[in-house]
């Protein structure tokens, strides 16, 4: 019988009976027959069940194993997203609000700044206003005919005289501080004038820049970092407990692996077990059944051609005598006609 199948024979009783045995030792060989082919029954019912159990934890281990695989693929792949995405999203809100604080820092420093500015350029544009009113003053105090003397005497005024002799030496004579005067009044009249526009178009461009630095109210970005910061702390949060639910999940997944694998690795050798009783049994039966003496079988006591020289011949018969009549013992009829097939 083939231990690796165990579906396909059915096990048999041996060849005599109660009725054919004629000794007492036939009867208990016949008994203990009987007992063989009863046990023999019993182990390949058994090894049924064993290939049964076996062929399930199979399947189970087929189930388990895609279980493991799937849930692994599952809890990597959460894994990975929290080491790509949920950590470096993390560390970003976090340099983010180091960023906009910053940038808050630096916008109130600048708005300060810009404050200052405007107001020392209001400041000047009020004092080149007064600049500019004594500028005209001082324009008209030239301009006034009872200055007239005095501007002739300063040199800026070349009056009725055409003497050109007498304005030289008028020149000659003139204090040594007085010689640019006239240059010097021409600058207090018309520079006045040009730092009132300049101081004008600073005091504008400053009072623009205000505006447009408060318009952009950067202060909003802090609201807008603390929503995502939010978010981002949601989203991890979320990914974090997936991953914790997966690595239990995936625990859970190895630890059934693990008892499906040891239920496997049992069955098997269980099963190898059983086969191996099946077997024993069945080879012990099929010689108490089918025995048959082959000490000599190529003697040449049967007929068949022999050695007729060989002068231990008879020897080698009488042995044969013996076998057969020993195998008498085991069944009730001749070794030719006591068969066993599955």
Known sequence: MSIESSGSKEPQNGNCSDAEAKTATQKNIHQI???????????????????????????????????????????????????????ELIQASNEIKKNVATYITQNDALVAALKAVVKTAKEAKLKFGELREA????????????????????GCSDGDDCNDNHKQEETAKRPEPCRDVCHILDDLITVPDSLSQDIDIIFNAAAEIVGIQSFSNI??????????????????????????????????????????????TQSGYALYNKRNEVGTIDKTKDYLCCHECKCLADCGCDGEKGDDDNRLKKCKCDICDICKEVTEIYSCESPSNNTYSD
Do not use: P, W
Request: charged letters at 30%; hydrophobic letters at 35%; proline letters at 0%.
């Open 33 to 87: 027959k009987e007992d063989y082919c009863k046990k023999l029954k019993i182990k390949v019912t058994e090894l049924n069940e064993n290939e049964v159990i076996h062929d399930g934890a199979v399947m189970m281990y087929a189930k388990k194993k895609c279980t493991f695989v799937k849930t692994e693929k599952n809890y990597l792949l959460v894994r990975n997203l929290e080491l790509k995405i949920g950590v």
């Open 135 to 154: 500028a005209g003053k001082l324009d008209g105090c030239r301009k006034d005919s009872c200055n007239s003397v005095q501007i002739k005497i300063l």
């Open 219 to 264: 202060k909003t970005l802090e609201k807008f970092q603390q929503d995502f910061s939010t978010n981002a702390k949601d989203f991890d949060d979320l990914v974090q407990a997936q991953m914790t639910n997966g690595g239990l999940s995936l625990k859970k997944a190895q630890e059934d692996l693990v008892l499906v694998v040891k239920s496997l």
